[in-house]
Nanobody
Framework: QVQLVESGGGSVQPGESLRLSCAAS????????MSWYRQAPGKERELVAQ????????DYADSVGGRFTISRDNAKKTVDLQMNSLKPEDTAVYYC?????????WGQGTQVTVSS
Protein backbone atom coordinates (compact mmCIF):
# COMPACT_ATOMS: atom_id res chain seq x y z
CA GLN A 1 0.00 0.00 0.00
CA VAL A 2 1.46 3.32 -1.11
CA GLN A 3 1.59 6.00 1.54
CA LEU A 4 2.97 9.53 1.64
CA VAL A 5 2.48 11.05 5.06
CA GLU A 6 3.27 14.73 5.55
CA SER A 7 4.00 16.31 8.90
CA GLY A 8 5.37 19.54 10.32
CA GLY A 9 2.72 22.02 9.28
CA GLY A 10 1.36 24.63 11.63
CA SER A 11 0.74 28.30 12.29
CA VAL A 12 3.64 30.73 12.46
CA GLN A 13 4.27 34.45 12.25
CA PRO A 14 5.88 36.13 9.25
CA GLY A 15 9.63 35.67 9.21
CA GLU A 16 9.56 32.40 11.13
CA SER A 17 10.50 28.94 9.89
CA LEU A 18 8.89 25.53 9.52
CA ARG A 19 10.22 22.19 8.38
CA LEU A 20 7.87 19.84 6.57
CA SER A 21 8.60 16.16 6.28
CA CYS A 22 7.10 13.45 4.10
CA ALA A 23 7.51 9.77 4.94
CA ALA A 24 7.06 7.35 2.06
CA SER A 25 6.23 3.66 1.96
CA UNK A 26 4.84 1.08 -0.42
CA UNK A 27 6.97 1.90 -3.46
CA UNK A 28 10.62 2.15 -4.47
CA UNK A 29 11.42 5.56 -3.05
CA UNK A 30 14.80 5.88 -4.75
CA UNK A 31 13.12 5.59 -8.16
CA UNK A 32 10.87 8.59 -7.57
CA UNK A 33 11.45 12.24 -8.17
CA MET A 34 9.98 13.93 -5.13
CA SER A 35 8.17 17.23 -5.05
CA TRP A 36 6.34 19.57 -2.76
CA TYR A 37 3.26 21.34 -4.07
CA ARG A 38 0.95 23.77 -2.37
CA GLN A 39 -2.58 24.98 -2.84
CA ALA A 40 -3.95 28.16 -1.35
CA PRO A 41 -7.71 28.78 -1.01
CA GLY A 42 -9.20 29.68 -4.37
CA LYS A 43 -5.98 29.01 -6.24
CA GLU A 44 -4.61 26.18 -8.31
CA ARG A 45 -2.10 23.74 -6.94
CA GLU A 46 1.43 24.88 -7.73
CA LEU A 47 4.84 23.26 -7.69
CA VAL A 48 7.02 24.59 -4.88
CA ALA A 49 10.15 22.45 -5.08
CA GLN A 50 11.38 19.29 -6.73
CA UNK A 51 14.34 17.01 -6.13
CA UNK A 52 15.73 14.32 -8.41
CA UNK A 53 15.99 10.65 -7.49
CA UNK A 54 19.55 10.86 -6.23
CA UNK A 55 19.10 14.34 -4.81
CA UNK A 56 21.59 16.04 -7.08
CA UNK A 57 19.15 18.27 -8.93
CA UNK A 58 16.77 20.65 -7.21
CA ASP A 59 14.33 23.15 -8.62
CA TYR A 60 12.27 25.82 -6.90
CA ALA A 61 9.40 28.09 -7.73
CA ASP A 62 10.57 31.67 -8.16
CA SER A 63 8.40 32.72 -5.23
CA VAL A 64 10.30 30.52 -2.74
CA GLY A 65 13.83 30.47 -4.16
CA GLY A 66 16.43 31.38 -1.55
CA ARG A 67 13.97 30.77 1.31
CA PHE A 68 13.00 27.11 0.92
CA THR A 69 15.28 24.08 0.70
CA ILE A 70 14.24 20.60 -0.36
CA SER A 71 16.20 17.53 0.70
CA ARG A 72 15.74 13.77 0.71
CA ASP A 73 17.09 10.73 2.52
CA ASN A 74 16.71 7.63 0.38
CA ALA A 75 17.72 5.35 3.23
CA LYS A 76 14.97 6.73 5.47
CA LYS A 77 12.54 7.26 2.57
CA THR A 78 11.83 10.81 3.54
CA VAL A 79 11.76 14.16 1.80
CA ASP A 80 11.86 17.42 3.72
CA LEU A 81 11.10 21.03 2.95
CA GLN A 82 12.84 23.60 5.11
CA MET A 83 10.92 26.86 4.89
CA ASN A 84 12.58 30.03 6.18
CA SER A 85 11.48 33.66 6.20
CA LEU A 86 7.89 32.64 5.78
CA LYS A 87 5.43 35.14 4.34
CA PRO A 88 1.62 35.35 4.57
CA GLU A 89 1.47 34.40 0.89
CA ASP A 90 3.06 31.06 1.76
CA THR A 91 -0.17 30.09 3.51
CA ALA A 92 -1.50 26.95 1.85
CA VAL A 93 -1.97 23.23 2.15
CA TYR A 94 1.34 21.61 1.25
CA TYR A 95 1.37 18.26 -0.52
CA CYS A 96 4.11 15.71 -1.02
CA UNK A 97 4.31 14.08 -4.46
CA UNK A 98 6.24 11.09 -5.77
CA UNK A 99 6.57 10.74 -9.52
CA UNK A 100 8.26 8.30 -11.84
CA UNK A 101 7.72 6.05 -14.81
CA UNK A 102 4.11 4.97 -14.59
CA UNK A 103 3.30 6.32 -11.17
CA UNK A 104 2.23 9.54 -9.51
CA UNK A 105 1.43 9.48 -5.79
CA TRP A 106 0.14 12.19 -3.46
CA GLY A 107 0.00 12.70 0.26
CA GLN A 108 -3.00 14.03 2.14
CA GLY A 109 -1.48 17.46 2.72
CA THR A 110 -0.48 19.53 5.72
CA GLN A 111 -1.68 23.05 6.48
CA VAL A 112 0.78 25.91 6.76
CA THR A 113 -0.57 29.23 7.98
CA VAL A 114 1.55 32.37 8.16
CA SER A 115 -0.14 35.24 9.93
CA SER A 116 0.60 37.97 12.40
Amino acid sequence: QVQLVESGGGSVQPGESLRLSCAASGFTFAMAAMSWYRQAPGKERELVAQISRAGGDKDYADSVGGRFTISRDNAKKTVDLQMNSLKPEDTAVYYCNAGGFGFDYWGQGTQVTVSS
